[in-house]
């Protein structure tokens, strides 16, 4: 019983290390481009401030 409980645990373990860095490379993914957007957004601010300044 002891020796499958061990297995166990390194199986956990073995999955959890496998698991976390894609959750990790995910997660980065979508932090750049929530910040990519963000950065459309700004741009897209900008570009109207500026039209509505060459308008006036």
Same mark, same amino acid.
Request: charged share 45%.
């Given at each position: 019983c002891t020796?499958?409980q061990?297995?166990k645990?390194?199986?956990?373990?073995?999955e $959890?290390?496998?698991?976390?860095p894609?959750?990790?490379?995910?997660?980065?993914d979508? *932090? #750049? /481009?929530?910040?990519? $957007?963000?950065?459309?957004?700004i741009?897209?601010?900008w570009g109207?401030?500026l039209? *509505? #300044? /060459?308008?006036?």
């Amino acid at each position: 019983c002891t020796i499958i409980q061990e297995n166990k645990k390194v199986n956990v373990r073995e999955e $959890i290390e496998e698991f976390f860095p894609r959750m990790w490379k995910i997660n980065q993914d979508k *932090r #750049r /481009l929530m910040k990519s $957007i963000k950065d459309q957004k700004i741009k897209i601010e900008w570009g109207k401030k500026l039209n *509505r #300044r /060459l308008v006036r």
